[in-house]
């Protein structure tokens, strides 16, 4: 067993010949498709000729699928950030690659220009079934297509009104510091060290950033204001109808899931309220601070080791389906986890999976529960991407609202394998950071919907906010699903300064709806354990249909309200036990 990555099941070295024979052979593929299909329309005329113009697209993605050059050095960076060399060629093939993947894009526009009696002439054609889905989701993204010319002109103004606003909040947020007992911290560090701290440094400090915050507020008031605007402008030249159509349209859910969504969540904030009730109880802290909600209570020191969390893994993907347990061996064996702390490595946890290549784990193990957990759920975006290759390079690609389905699932069994054997005290303490990052994934990201939109309809509506304002509206809606047991300050809302997820329009939702999906798909396998071979269908169902249908075909509904509330259910009988615990 292996605790390093190979990459040399990439690449020999960074000056391995074959780099540069493998970026000729990507660029190559697609100049000869463009050569073939640009200026020659005809393969638009009949079925047949469609038929085996996606034959070849199909088989363009196959030859570049997974960008081998680049995934490479990408990964020496991931190991060691100061890969001066590998940071240079990262610079040069992605310049490369988008020039060569920009000659193919006249493909995809062309199909979304066909008449919409030809549309529906091909999506019921037989003869092309197998391309169905694909074409279903270019046909309705093209309705918001502009002409090329257009497309264009706002694909190049996009840097200048919407990334080098975000890029140039970034730039100021990193160069910000902090005084934390008299050592001056970048801000990103200071916020993380919050949750770990004593009652009274931990307000201290939160107080420090927040001043920090506002006090660069003046040029976020600017860039929020500069960057809704930009997207209201778009939107309506594109005819979106909500601010949040583009983004559900693009993770390939309906409105109307979405809709209910929010709703369920947010008429079930009083779940939220309870544990923050509780966990008042449990720190023995009344009102808590904003400062204090992320705080978890320390566990009982369990030593998980690597070998022991593998093991135990491995154990448990195995009572489930041998083929998760072997997808887990062979990484391992292979060389594809790299497991422990570097200096100079990323921090944090991934899976990277991509078409034709092996799917790669970066770990960051330090033998506590989290890390055992962690393993677990990065194992589940390994087991999800590697079942979905099946599909093919059209379709293996899962959706982001259902990214976190897998990996939350099976982080939550492993979880639980490990909460049966704790005593009293552990258990309050492992129940309780659990149902916390529940909160915090399901009704933390709603509020932060809400609030999005409520700004984002706010500056439609009134040309712009000023920071005062928009960090009004942050209290507002952090106050709601937090509850009474909570108090959140005025200087509280200026987190909208460096949360970055806002700037990524109404992604938040995707976690919460992830989260849902996930424990809807646990309850039932708790239940029932042969689910599992229902739960397989999901994970080897990549992208081939939306997440909607695919739910569907497996017995599950995600798009009735109903739906969602059986999901929160779950977390209300969470902290019901908590409760029982603590009482
Ligand atoms: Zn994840």
Redesign the pocket.
């Given at each position: 067993m292996k605790v390093k990555w190979n990459l040399s099941l990439l690449y020999k070295s960074s000056r391995d010949r074959n780099v540069e024979r493998d970026m000729r052979a990507i660029e190559r593929a697609y100049s000869n498709f463009e050569r073939q299909y640009k200026s020659n329309k005809s393969y638009l005329k009949t079925e047949t000729s469609t038929y085996r113009a996606l034959c070849d697209y199909e088989k363009l993605l196959k030859k570049v699928a997974g960008i081998k050059p680049y995934r490479y050095f990408d990964f020496r960076m991931e190991l060691d950030s100061n890969d001066k060399y590998a940071d240079s060629m990262i610079n040069k093939l992605s310049e490369r690659i988008s020039r060569a993947s920009n000659r193919v894009l006249f493909f995809e526009i062309a199909l979304g220009q066909l008449d919409e009696q030809t549309k529906t002439r091909l999506l019921k054609s037989r003869h092309l079934a197998k391309f169905r889905y694909f074409l279903e989701v270019r046909f309705e993204q093209s309705r918001h297509d502009l002409s090329e010319c257009e497309e264009r002109i706002l694909s190049l103004k996009s840097l200048t009104s919407k990334s080098l606003w975000v890029r140039g909040a970034e730039k100021m947020l990193n160069s910000q510091t902090v005084n934390h007992n008299g050592k001056s911290l970048p801000l990103s560090e200071a916020s993380n060290l919050v949750p770990s701290l004593r009652t009274m440094p931990r307000r201290n400090l939160q107080k420090h950033i927040n001043e920090k915050l506002k006090s660069i507020s003046d040029f976020s008031e600017s860039e929020m204001n500069a960057i809704i605007l930009d997207k209201k402008i778009d939107d309506s030249l594109r005819k979106f109808d909500e601010p949040y159509s583009q983004t559900v349209l693009n993770y390939e859910n309906s409105k109307q899931t979405v809709t209910n969504l929010v709703k369920a969540v947010s008429d079930g904030f009083g779940i939220s309220h309870r544990f923050y009730r509780i966990k008042s109880k449990i720190l023995k802290l009344k009102p808590l601070h904003y400062a204090d909600r992320a705080v978890l209570v320390n566990s009982a020191k369990n030593e998980y080791s690597y070998v022991e969390s593998y093991n135990r893994l491995y154990r448990i993907l195995k009572a489930m389906d041998s083929r998760y347990a072997e997808i887990l061996s062979n990484a391992a064996v292979n060389g594809q986890i790299d497991v422990y702390p570097k200096k100079c490595k990323s921090g944090g946890a991934f899976c990277a999976g991509t078409s034709g290549l092996p799917t790669f784990v970066l770990l960051n193990h330090v033998n506590d529960l989290r890390s055992f957990t962690t393993l677990a759920?990065e194992i589940g975006?390994a087991i999800h991407t590697e079942r979905s290759k099946q599909q093919g390079v059209m379709y293996e690609h899962y959706t982001t609202s259902v990214a976190?389905v897998a990996?939350t699932f099976f982080e939550a069994v492993a979880l639980d394998a490990v909460i049966s054997e704790l005593g009293e005290r552990e258990k309050i303490a492992v129940l309780h950071n659990k149902i916390q990052e529940d909160i915090a994934t399901v009704f933390r990201q709603v509020a932060a919907f809400n609030f999005e939109l409520e700004l984002h309809n706010s500056v439609r509506d009134r040309g712009m906010l000023s920071r005062g304002e928009m960090a009004k509206l942050l209290v507002k809606h952090m106050r709601k699903y937090l509850g009474k047991s909570v108090q959140v300050s005025d200087l509280d809302g200026y987190a909208f300064v460096s949360w970055s997820h806002f700037r990524r329009f109404f992604y938040v939702y995707s976690y919460a709806y992830g989260q849902l999906v996930s424990r809807a798909l646990y309850e039932r396998y708790k239940k029932d354990d042969s689910f599992i071979e229902q739960i397989d269908k999901f994970l080897s169902a990549g992208g081939s249909d939306t997440p909607e249908n695919i739910f569907k075909s497996i017995g599950i509904d995600t798009s009735s309200a109903a739906f969602f509330k059986e999901g929160l259910k779950v977390i209300d009988t969470d902290i019901k036990e908590l409760e029982m615990l603590v009482k």
């Open positions: 759920h975006h976190e990996s």
